[in-house]
């Protein structure tokens, strides 16, 4: 039986991911509802945020990543060795810790260099990293949504510039993307004092958090129905 926990690494959480919902995600969803499906419950977490519902923005962040990630198995793409390689403890941009990007005014992308020993552990410990790296107080939690709805658009640019031209180029800057989604997301996260990992832990205690079942029996209405 697949099982989530607090200190589960996103690698672990991503296998849950496949035990629970890789079946029903073959079956039903092409990449592109799923991408659909992480706009959705994306937006309704800003919703939650325009309306002061911190509870509603964490039921839906939950939704969607569970949604981002399916998208990352149908894909093949290691989320955790890949948000390592963009953000190795510094800003994907300026390379810094906490980043200086505002500061200095940085203009050009700066080389990151990757030191291993300093790679985060379990998924909470990668929540942690970016709260270094962009300390909430240094923007307001409106700021960190628009960012999060600024990196779901540049996932679904780079999926329509791939899918028009299947190129390695292309595929490489979904990945990119993909990266900084989960930077923005856990970004949003911080900024509302979610313990994203443990909250996962919670609502998928028990597989999928609707039927309860690994793998999940929902049928297409039932996860198409499902309000958060
Ligand atoms: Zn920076
Ligand atoms: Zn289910």
Request: proline letters at 3%.
């Amino acid at each position: 039986m697949p099982q989530i926990k607090p200190d589960s690494t996103i690698k672990e959480y991503q296998q849950f991911v496949h035990e629970v919902y890789g079946l029903q995600n073959a079956r039903y969803f092409s990449l592109q509802d799923m991408l659909n499906n992480i706009e959705r419950f994306t937006t309704r977490a800003l919703k939650g945020i325009r309306k002061g519902d911190a509870q509603k923005t964490k039921l839906n962040l939950m939704i969607s990543l569970s949604w981002f990630i399916s998208m990352m198995n149908q894909l093949h793409i290691d989320i955790e060795e890949e948000v390592w390689k963009r953000f190795p403890y510094m800003c994907s941009y300026c390379a810094h810790c906490p980043c200086v990007c505002k500061a200095k005014k940085i203009q050009a992308r700066q080389k990151v260099v990757i030191d291993n020993k300093k790679r985060p552990v379990t998924m909470e410990d990668f929540q942690k990293m970016f709260s270094n790296i962009y300390p909430a107080s240094t923007r307001t939690l409106d700021h960190a949504g628009v960012h999060l709805a600024e990196e779901m658009g540049e996932i679904a640019e780079s999926i329509l510039i791939y899918r028009g031209s299947h190129q390695d180029e292309g595929f490489k800057n979904v990945i990119l993307e993909c990266a900084d989604f989960i930077s923005c997301l856990m970004g949003v996260c911080n900024s509302l004092e979610i313990n994203l990992a443990k909250e996962i832990s919670k609502e998928f205690s028990q597989n999928c958090h609707v039927c309860k079942k690994a793998p999940c029996q929902c049928n297409f209405a039932q996860i198409m129905q499902f309000k958060s």
